[in-house]
């Protein structure tokens, strides 16, 4: 086709006539525009990779997704290691009060929440066996 010789006019035609620093942003303006028509692998084969990296919405996109996944990575974490908590202390509990659990028993601990462990260790002192603990 003939988008490589209108990249490279647009290139040269931007060196020509641009100061560097608007020529820049120009640039990374083709590529985001490109996109929206081509295909990744042809824009970036096309454009240089390091234009969109020059734009400030592009580093502020990248920024805002990486403080949203380490927010959401951070409260998984928090989540995951409350639950491992609460699931060890009711397994501790549990076997002094009931003996050791069957691999189902495990299982269904396995599945539970924070939440639904914190009640259970709470209730494990009004029953008798991990079958009355899990029958609710």
């Known amino acids: 086709t003939e988008l490589p010789m209108v990249v490279d ?3 040269e035609r931007l060196d020509r006539e641009r100061k560097p620093s608007e020529a820049e942003l120009l640039r990374t303006a083709t590529y985001v525009l ?3 028509k081509h295909p990744k692998y042809l824009v970036e084969k096309l454009m240089s990779r390091n234009v969109l990296e020059l734009s400030s919405t592009y580093q502020g996109l ?4 990486l403080d949203k996944g380490l927010k959401q990575g951070l409260k998984q974490g928090l989540e995951q290691g409350l639950g491992q908590g609460a699931r060890n202390s009711l397994l501790r509990l549990g076997c ?9 028993v495990r299982q269904v601990l396995e599945q539970l929440s924070h939440e639904q462990l914190e009640a259970l260790v709470e209730r494990a002192l009004d029953v008798e066996t991990w079958s009355e603990l899990l029958a609710e």
């Open 96 to 104: 002094k009060r009931f003996g050791e659990p069957t691999s189902e």
């Open 9 to 11: 006019a647009v290139n």
């Open 34 to 36: 490109m996109g929206l």
């Open 62 to 65: 990248i920024q805002e997704g």
